[in-house]
């Protein structure tokens, strides 16, 4: 009788704590489903529980460990129609820009083990193209923006442990998604070097950076 | 009016679960690989050329790698809806992975129909949530995962042309707590649907091909 009364209080206290947070989020303004908590579920519904990414019909990039400031000024360019991606306008549009940064920032501190399946057989020459780059096909190396390690730095994104068909996507479709509309990007900046690879290139420095913990 | 329809419509599935029963309890134990005895353990519940029945869904058209993961799942008791446990976890015990295997390739290569027995004032809805998830809600868009034709991938499902009852039954079981293949998504996705979005997305779903 006494565990069942000690329980029931437990259960009482729970309730109380749970009613007194839905209050809170009421009193700032939030309407249902907006809150942080919720939002960041629905973001690992298609980018995985520890934002790991996830393979669908297409790829879901890997967030886990991405520089805010990167997240942030996608979360943007989707919503200003600079980046087209049906499915991320739908998903951004609704956020308010607090929100953009709140959600940028929880990413910041996952470190789950990158997604895997990139093929094996390019890896040499995957990281020769990261660490030197292709100065006969004017391609810089990617170490020099984004690290030697991958892990990117403020609008520059995090490569290591992204998920391959995501990068080789984006490499090869670069100026078909990104910089769209007259205003001007930081995009831009990739443009000519995703032009420059060659479709193997990509695949082999893509599958280089899918490794990279 | 659509009630009546829905309640006659559980009437015939308890009359055909209660035939299906007794077939299950006596299909004699599997014979392996895909000839005419191992295809006709799938047929007698799945229809004649795979394309559902009733309870059973449709395996034609379905995606191979799909078919392989759920029959694995059967077998491990992972997939555990109610039919599932009734049906499939008899069925497939004796079934090995190189029999699995022959059997998704040869229903994956018949063509699907679609079972077009949605409600059709539902399905423009049904498509909006498909298409573009209901972000206020965090609903997120079924076609990320599933494709633009609702054609699946690799081993995540063919979803154009199912029943309308199998498609509102898995959507709602999620929900309550079954489970499908380890690892899947579908119970976080699918635990914020309700009732009015699961029939709309049924209903649309019915009738893609």
Known sequence: MKLIGLRLKVRATML????SASVHAEDRGMPAGQGLEAKLEYCKTCHGLQGQGYLGYFPMPRLAG????????????FIERRRTNPIMFNVAHVLSPAMLADLATHFRNLDPKPFGGAPRGALAEGKRIFEEGLPEANVPACSACHGMEGK??????????????YTVGQLTGWKKERGQGSAVDTSAIMAPTAHNLTRSQVEAVAAYVSYLQ | MFKARKLEVMKRIGFRVAILAIFASTVPSWAGGVDGAGVRNC???????????????????QRPQYIESQLRSFRTHT???????????????????NAAHDLAIYFATIAPKAANDGDSDLATRGRAIYLEGIPEAN?????ACHG??????RDIPRLGGLAYFYLKGRLEQWGQGYHSAAGSPMPMVASHLGP???????SYLSFVR
């Open chain 2, 139 to 143: 609903i997120a868009a079924c076609y």
């Open chain 1, 16 to 19: 109380a704590v749970l009613f």
């Open chain 1, 152 to 165: 990117g730095q403020h609008e520059i994104p995090r490569l290591a442990g992204q998920l391959y068909a």
């Open chain 2, 196 to 202: 009015d979005e699961i029939e709309a997305l049924a």
């Open chain 2, 43 to 61: 047929t007698w519940c799945h229809g004649a050329s795979g394309q559902g029945y009733m309870v059973a869904p449709r395996l034609a058209g």
């Open chain 1, 66 to 77: 991405q520089q805010p400031d990167y997240i942030e000024a996608q979360l943007r360019a």
């Open chain 2, 148 to 153: 633009p034709d609702a054609e699946g991938v």
């Open chain 2, 79 to 97: 997939r555990d809806n109610p039919f599932s446990k009734q049906y499939m976890w008899g069925a497939v015990a004796a079934l090995g992975p």
